[in-house]
């Protein structure tokens, strides 16, 4: 079960705003933790608390495929990522670095910023705490969520 | 149903006879990439496996080039950990200041890429390769680091989008306005998840280079990857360059497309995308001040981009007020542009021409705007805060529109040149 305060955004949030080029001379996640979505928001990294949510519309993450974006974001405390749906290489980034994401457009259509959100990531059952009302998204298969309990592909790989 | 180009490589790499849309497949890779910004990642992601030794130290492609030559000391201390590894490795393919070049241009043109072949890389335009009749598709460091490990990636294999080309390209159009037309007519998720496969007579008469820019900018609509049929055209480029046997796929002809998007190459015009998304596309402007322009990248770096920066600059000065920064995308488009007297064109005309990096594209170094600036770039992201600062423009053109761009000092096409 994950549960934070939502932080939301609109369509085509691209992975230059999440991580800025600028910042990737380093891959500590630290380091880009302290950016993350600075050319968006500039006070995300001071607002932001452990667990918190990340909501938004479509195509989230387009644009490069830097891992280093999924990882400021899960390093930022970021607990998931719920959008209408997700450009590609970051969707495989997200499971591949264990940030856990979900595709529900009823959710994001329902969900304001400051919202209090939980979700139990096995069901995909998301839950608006502030207005009390539910949504199901489609939840990943056990592999999927092995990997990203694991902290991703290649933990998950070297325990095996 | 039958299967497209892209369908039909899948297959062949998984050892299945066929594949449809929405499969999960494993497939062996002819070649894995990463650059100096994503490699040091793969690395660590490789090593905390407890893996002492790549699978395949021959289909492996390290090139240094986004932060390259060196900007400052973290970008050092990234290239110094993969060449470190590299070395222990024995990666054959590793590609440091002197024989580097942008990754895109460089693996097709060191031969190290090719038809049939199924490639994941680091950089989310390794879908240029597409162009070459390759599935090649970006991937980020974990999947590269596995890529290594293991030689293999899973997919889920594509739906496809057609896009059905007829005609010629009229004079000062060109490959990239293609790509702009395309991705202003289905957006920058029209084609998500899915592959964009080109067909029809149009094909024939683009060039190679317009092609890779076609390809490179596949990603640019969400698409999975780009693919063009083989030709004579790619049989010519590949002869003598590609160190393997091309396999030449060919889609069935009742391929299944979710939905076909039609072009008549003889009616496109010079496109332009406007802030802050590729598919802001427009083809007539009001006047528009500039003060850079950036003619190279992965998408518009090679000869030919040169040639037509050069046809446009050779006799005339770049407008007071305007930097303009060229850059070759491998050293052999270096050579060639100097042989040809290309170089030569772009100095006396008070431009400045940069050693091979992907630098401004993406905001690393070689040309980063200040708040408010306007660049008109060749590149192919024009997010906000992309090559600099969060208020500063970038238009994204061809080198035929960026020239006469950076002579007249505003948005401007070829023909206003004249």
Redesign the interface.
Known sequence: MVKGTVHKYGN?V?T??II???Y????SPEELAAHCME??DRDFVSRVRTGDVIVAG??FG???????A??AIKASGVSLVIAN?F???FY??AI??GLPILECPEAVSNISAGDVVSCELSTGVIVNETTGKRFQAQPFPEFIRNIIAAG????S??KK | MGMTMTQKILAAHAGLESVTAGQLIEAELDMVLAND??A??AI???E???ATCVKCRDKISLVMD??TPN??I??AC?VKYTREFAEKQQIEHFFDVGEMGIEHALLPEKGLVGAGDCVI????H?CTYGALGAFST??????M??GM?TQKCWFKVPAAIEVRLTGELPPFVTGKDVILHLIGLIG??GA??RSLEFTGEGVKSLSMDDRFTICNMA?EA?A?NGIFPVDDKTKEYMHGRFRREPKIFTADDDAEYERTVSIDLSVLKPTVSFPH?PENTRTEWAELPVQQVVIGSCTNGRISDMRQAAEILNGRRVHKGVRCIVIPATQDVYLQAMKEGLLEIFVKAGAIVSTPTCGPC???HMGILADGERCVSTTN?N????MGH?TSEIYLASPYTAAASAVLGKLATAKEVF
């Open positions: 085509d691209d230059d705003v800025p080029a600028r990737l001379n380093t891959s050319d968006l479509d195509n387009c644009g490069s495929s830097r891992e280093h999924p990882i749906t450009a590609r290489i495989r980034n591949n670095i991703g592909l290649l933990n790989l070297a | 910004i994503t040091p990642v660590k992601e490789f905390k496996t407890g986004h932060f900007k400052d973290k970008a990234q890389g680091a950089d989310s390794t970006g991937v980020g460091s974990t999947d680091a596995a490990l920058v998720d998500l998840y990603i969400g999975k998304l993406l905001g690393g992201r997010f906000v805060g992309r969060i």
